[in-house]
């Protein structure tokens, strides 16, 4: 045995998608004013982004309804005659809040192929002058309608931009480092299983097949959360192997460790008799 550790895809400013970025700043703050290059772009994102498909709007429209139907549920009974529950209400001057994540991840190549496995294609997005600069976003429309953008940050990494639902970006983070670190695995000469729970998060068990390797081969137990976030257990190894371990799959899937439990076996140099503890 040798570690325990947390790795998550998440950006320190951002525990998960929230309401709120840079982009939803500039749009709320620069709307009425005229605007041009990024700004304009931000806009113009906003707007894409706001844009509802019919699927979309009848999948909200449902979403509401089950929510009213709870809270009629959960509610007293109303008296005869008293007034019904009103509609849940958009936000102030209609627009959909803007929800959005930010990632360790540099490259955007990796995510969109996760995406295109959810369904999702590129959708360019079409400044309303041309004599303005693209903008960097890359636009992302899934089989739905749902529309999901992604945008480089100054200080390096990835934000996520999407409408009224962060489980959307959750899905895509998921399917992301479920992708990234079953690959890695495979490609370091791990045999690897998958299972998804009934609760959505996947588990992953995978074994080195190399018995020579230093340290010994590893059994790497991982599960990944519904978020994308991934709790991961290293067994089999002896020394600070199982480090590097996890240091390669938090590089795959473009996450960072945030926390390490390190075992009885990690102190152990390879080859060393295994050391166990007796209580008395």
């Keep these: 045995m040798s570690n325990v550790s947390t790795v998550t895809p998440y950006h320190s400013t951002s525990s998960g998608p929230g309401v709120g970025s840079a982009l939803a700043g500039a749009v709320i703050g620069l709307a009425g004013a005229c605007v041009v290059g990024a700004v304009a772009g931000s806009i113009v994102l906003a707007r894409w982004l706001a844009e509802e498909t019919p699927a979309e709007r009848q999948a909200r429209e449902r979403a509401q309804a089950q929510r009213r139907r709870e809270r009629l549920q959960s509610a007293p009974r109303q008296l005869a005659g008293s007034q019904a529950p009103e509609p849940l209400a958009r936000p102030a001057g209609g627009e959909a809040p803007i929800v959005s994540a930010a990632l360790h991840l540099r490259q955007a190549e990796s995510l969109v192929r996760s995406a295109e496995k ?18 960097p976003y890359l636009c992302l429309r899934g089989p739905s309608g749902e529309r999901v953008a992604i945008e480089p940050r100054p200080e390096g990494g990835l934000l996520l931009h999407t409408v009224q639902q962060p489980q959307r970006l959750q899905t895509l983070i998921r399917q992301h480092t479920l992708d990234q670190v079953v690959s890695h695995l495979q490609r370091a000469g791990h045999q690897v299983q998958t299972t998804t729970m009934t609760n959505g998060e996947t588990q992953i068990l995978a074994r080195e097949q190399n018995p020579h390797l230093r340290g010994g081969a590893a059994e790497v137990k991982a599960q990944i959360a519904t978020d994308g976030t991934v709790w991961v257990d290293i067994n089999r190894v002896r020394g600070n192997r199982c480090e590097e371990i996890v240091q390669g799959i938090a590089q795959a899937m473009g996450g960072q460790v945030t926390g390490m439990k390190k075992k009885d076996a990690y102190f152990q140099m390879p080859g060393e008799p295994t050391r166990t503890k007796m209580r008395v």
């Design 118 to 135: 959810l369904g999702y294609r590129p959708e360019p997005l079409v400044q309303p002058q041309a004599s303005l600069p693209q903008p």
